[in-house]
C-alpha cells in the first residue's frame, strides 16, 4: 500500500515550489508531511476525515492547512475530504441533519426534500441540528480513523513478527 501511495503522490518538490500557495509553502519543507509512515498517515486520516463532514465549499483548502498544523501526511489529508464528494454529499448530510436532530430531540422536517431550494427554505429551522450532526460525524469519524490506522499497523507489525 506504501508504494501505492508513493506513486501516485505528487512530488514534494514541485508543490513545495509552486507559485499560488503563498505562505503555505514555507511549511511544506517539513518531511512528515511527505512521509508514509504510521503517525502521519493516522494523522491525515483524522484530518481528512474530520475535514470531510464539515458542510463547507473547498474543505481541501481547510485540510491542507490541518495537515500543515498536525504534522500529517499532506496528500493523504487532501484526498480523504473527498469522501463527501458531489454525489455523498447529499446522503451524508441528510444523515447528519436527522443525527443532530436525535441528539437535540427536535423532530425531522416530515415533508423534506433533498434539493437545495428546499433546504435553503427551512434553514433557520434545520441549521442547529444538522451542524451538530455534522460536528458530531465530524469528531467521531476522525478518532475512528486516526485510531484505525494505528490499529491496522500495530496489526501488521504482530503479524509479520509471528
Same mark, same amino acid.
Given at each position: ?19 499560488? $500557495?503563498? +505562505?503555505? /509553502?514555507?511549511? %511544506? ?9 504510521? !503517525?502521519?498517515? *493516522? ?36 484526498? $480523504?475530504? +473527498?469522501? /463527501?464528494?458531489? %454525489? ?9 441533519? !436527522?443525527?443532530? *436532530? ?61
Amino acid at each position: 500500500m506504501k508504494k501505492f501511495l508513493k506513486r501516485y503522490s505528487p512530488n514534494p518538490e514541485e508543490v513545495k515550489n509552486h507559485k499560488h $500557495l503563498g +505562505w503555505l /509553502s514555507q511549511h %511544506l519543507h517539513n518531511a512528515s508531511l511527505w512521509n508514509f509512515n504510521r !503517525k502521519s498517515i *493516522a494523522r491525515a486520516f483524522a484530518v481528512g476525515l474530520f475535514c470531510a463532514f464539515i458542510p463547507v465549499p473547498f474543505q481541501m483548502l481547510l485540510a491542507a492547512p490541518g495537515a500543515v498544523i498536525f504534522s500529517a501526511n499532506l496528500p493523504l489529508s487532501i484526498a $480523504l475530504v +473527498w469522501i /463527501s464528494n458531489p %454525489l455523498t454529499m447529499p446522503p451524508i448530510f441528510y444523515g447528519c441533519y !436527522k443525527l443532530g *436532530a436525535w441528539i437535540l430531540g427536535v423532530g425531522i422536517e416530515k415533508d423534506f426534500v433533498m434539493s437545495l431550494e428546499y433546504v435553503w427554505q427551512v434553514f433557520d429551522v434545520i441549521w442547529q441540528p444538522f451542524l451538530l450532526g455534522c460536528l458530531v460525524v465530524s469528531v467521531v469519524s476522525s478518532i475512528i480513523g486516526y485510531f484505525g490506522v494505528q490499529l491496522i499497523y500495530r496489526y501488521r507489525v504482530y503479524k509479520r513478527f509471528r
